[in-house]
């Protein structure tokens, strides 16, 4: 069972995150989940879903969103530091942050590591595994092109938000699916969202 790390923080277009999640797990993958606090709050407001008022109690109303054990989603709040993501030690997954907020993207350049999510990407960064960010602003500042630039440079993948239409998409589901196939192709994970180019 292939595993993937997932956080999401509090940039708006917490929709590609949820799609994302739903597709990994129908791929047959476990999931290491992380959200954010910033995110939670993004999620309630631009999603008719309304996350429990305990943050201790996000994991298991993930796991009944999604009809799965806690085996196959696995929630880690902002402090669990003896969680898998938290030490190169452990099987270092593929990790994904979607959305990428600016503050994120600023924290894992300059390797805050001040709470869980930035701590994982720091341990995927000096592991030398996939690292995928995903960040939804508009426009870029300097500060963002720079921390963009420097985490490329350190081996992480920038995929920006950013829908194509050359699919003809009909619908808001189809331009959420074309960036969430194309981070399901970086994983190399299988999808039937879209067709690729050619086909």
């Not at 500060?143 to 998409?169: D, W």
Request: net charge negative.
């Amino acid at each position: 069972m292939q595993t993937i790390s997932l956080a999401i923080t509090g940039g708006s277009g917490v929709q590609y995150a949820l799609r994302l999640l739903q597709c990994l797990l129908a791929a047959g993958c476990q999931v290491n989940l992380m959200v954010s606090r910033a995110a939670g709050v993004v999620i309630n407001t631009e999603t008719d879903l309304q996350l429990p008022e305990n943050e201790a109690d996000w994991g298991a109303w993930f796991c009944e969103q999604h009809q799965v054990s806690s085996e196959r989603l696995r929630f880690y709040g902002r402090e669990d530091w003896f969680s898998p993501v938290a030490s190169g030690s452990s099987r270092c997954a593929p990790l994904v942050i979607c959305p990428a907020s600016g503050g994120t993207l600023s924290a894992i350049a300059c390797g805050a590591s001040n709470n869980l999510i930035e701590r994982a990407a720091d341990v995927v960064l000096k592991e030398r595994k996939p690292l995928l960010l995903v960040p939804r602003e508009m426009p870029y500042s300097a500060i963002h092109l720079e921390n963009m630039l420097k985490l490329t440079q350190l081996g992480a993948i920038v995929m920006p938000a950013s829908p194509g239409f050359y699919h003809s998409p009909k619908s808001i589901e189809e331009l959420i699916d074309f960036v969430v196939a194309r981070i399901l192709d970086q994983l190399g994970i299988e999808q039937d969202l879209m067709p690729r180019w050619g086909e």
